[in-house]
T-cell receptor, first 109, second 117 residues
């Protein structure tokens, strides 16, 4: 079966750095996405990786290793507004998005 | 980025009634639209994929006669929850892609919170 694993919850301190990991096992691979979702709201797009390596976008970076079936989202200079759930999703060979359960990130002052 | 709207943003209805949720792509043509359901503290669950002008493809376990999807134009898809029951109470989210399913990004609507009494 297809599976996306990410930690259920993480806690970090304002101003610090946090890394959220995601491992996947899917039938085929056509890209990996990270979305941010605040409580009661729809997800918003953060990043897309289809080739190995690091993609940097401001305070957020996303890394992909296809051979390891592994990605991480790195958040720097954490702000209170970064408290949200972070969803990892992989597009399989049928271009269907397979979603992880999300990682709830709690930022403490 | 592209904008997707949903209407209504929240709805409360009595058990047995039907509820229609609209999803519109405001500044792009959504060849493909997706409908998701999300229960509290759970991840998104894909309900169905619809392509403009054709029948929706439903995920396993989703009753197509209960969740009617119409994708009549490139900017509008509707989800009708027929004979709603309390267990249908959930957060319903639509998303659209500008091109075919191979496009890189889905643009999400703000979601509709349905409460069935």
């Amino acid at each position: 079966g297809q599976n996306i694993d990410q930690p259920t919850e993480m806690t970090a301190t304002e101003g610090a750095i946090v890394q959220i990991n995601c491992t996947y096992q899917t039938s085929g691979f056509n890209g990996l996405f990270w979305y941010q979702q605040h409580a009661g709201e729809a997800p918003t797009f953060l990043s897309y990786n289809v080739l190995d390596g690091l993609e940097e976008k401001g305070r957020f970076s996303s890394f992909l290793s296809r051979s390891k079936g592994y990605s991480y989202l790195l958040l720097k200079e954490l702000q209170m507004k970064d408290s949200a759930s972070y969803l990892c999703a992989v597009k399989d060979s049928n271009y269907q998005l397979i979603w992880g359960a999300g990682t709830k990130l709690i930022i403490k002052p | 980025g592209a904008v997707v709207s949903q209407h209504p943003s929240w709805v409360i209805c009595k058990s047995g009634t039907s509820v229609k949720i609209e999803c519109r792509s405001l500044d792009f043509q959504a060849t493909t639209m997706f409908w998701y359901r999300q229960f509290p503290k759970q991840s998104l669950m894909l309900m169905a994929t619809s392509n403009e002008g054709s029948k929706a493809t439903y995920e396993q376990g989703v009753e197509k006669d209960k969740f009617l999807i119409n994708h009549a134009s490139l900017t509008l898809s509707t989800l009708t929850v027929t004979s709603a029951h309390p267990e249908d109470s959930s957060f319903y989210i639509c998303s659209g892609t500008p091109g075919l399913a191979g496009s890189n990004e889905q643009f999400f609507g703000p979601g509709t919170r349905l409460t069935v009494l």
